[in-house]
T-cell receptor, first 113, second 113 residues
Framework: KAGVTQTPRYLIKTRGQQVTLSCSPISGHRSVSWYQQTPGQGLQFLFE???????NKGNFPGRFSGRQFSNSRSEMNVSTLELGDSALYLCASSRTSAQETQYFGPGTRLLVL | SQKIEQNSEALNIQEGKTATLTCNYTNYSPAYLQWYRQDPGRGPVFLLL?????KEKRKERLKVTFDTTLKQSLFHITASQPADSATYLCALSTSGGSYIPTFGRGTSLIVHP
């Protein structure tokens, strides 16, 4: 079974721009969660999607948004990028819920200049 | 406030020895606790899950203990190998909420040949 895939793997943007990251979950997994990982804050939960609906949301500003498609693929968008948004963005999938064991993708490394 | 603490200093051990990593928490009522392994530039990989009513869980060379009185989990790797070198993250899911796991910042393990 193919694992979780994320594109792109690396991205460089400048302040004020917006960015869209993509995640394809493991086949059959319907829950997709997004995390931000930085050296200072560690791994922080952004949001979880299930059946095209946001089910849970972490403590991030509204500039961070996401969506899920009918095939369970998910995208997250960050608008008006700030320097502090530089991080590794990880997507994780699970069968039905982020409560279960999650399978992480390799992440997208975003650098904001 | 809720806190999950893992030793920020790297743990250096010799090959063949047992590595013991610690995860302490405060102000949580955990339903279960998970341990993940993360290699540089990659997403975390699930290793073990232990529930609040379990004292110990084993999987091959790995052992996890969970003491809800001490508010602590210990993660052991016996007969450690250089290939075990990685960062190990603990993640807590609490009862009465969304069960979305909260991750510690991880401890780096370096196994010397």
């Amino acid at each position: 079974k193919a694992g979780v895939t994320q594109t792109p793997r690396y991205l460089i943007k400048t302040r004020g721009q917006q960015v869209t990251l993509s995640c394809s979950p493991i086949s059959g997994h319907r829950s997709v969660s997004w995390y931000q990982q930085t050296p200072g804050q560690g791994l922080q939960f952004l949001f979880e999607y299930f059946s095209e609906t946001q089910r849970n949301k972490g403590n991030f500003p509204g500039r961070f948004s996401g969506r899920q498609f009918s095939n369970s693929r998910s995208e997250m968008n960050v608008s008006t990028l700030e320097l502090g948004d530089s991080a590794l963005y990880l997507c994780a999938s699970s069968r039905t819920s982020a409560q279960e064991t999650q399978y992480f993708g390799p992440g997208t490394r975003l650098l904001v200049l | 406030s809720q806190k999950i603490e893992q030793n920020s200093e790297a743990l250096n051990i010799q090959e063949g020895k047992t590595a013991t990593l610690t995860c302490n928490y405060t102000n949580y009522s955990p339903a279960y606790l998970q341990w993940y392994r993360q290699d540089p530039g990659r997403g975390p990989v699930f290793l073990l899950l232990i529930r609040e009513n379990e004292k110990e869980k084993r999987k091959e060379r790995l052992k996890v203990t969970f003491d809800t009185t001490l508010k602590q989990s210990l993660f052991h790797i016996t007969a450690s190998q250089p290939a075990d070198s990685a960062t190990y993250l603990c993640a807590l899911s609490t009862s009465g909420g969304s069960y979305i796991p909260t991750f510690g910042r991880g401890t780096s393990l370096i196994v010397h040949p």
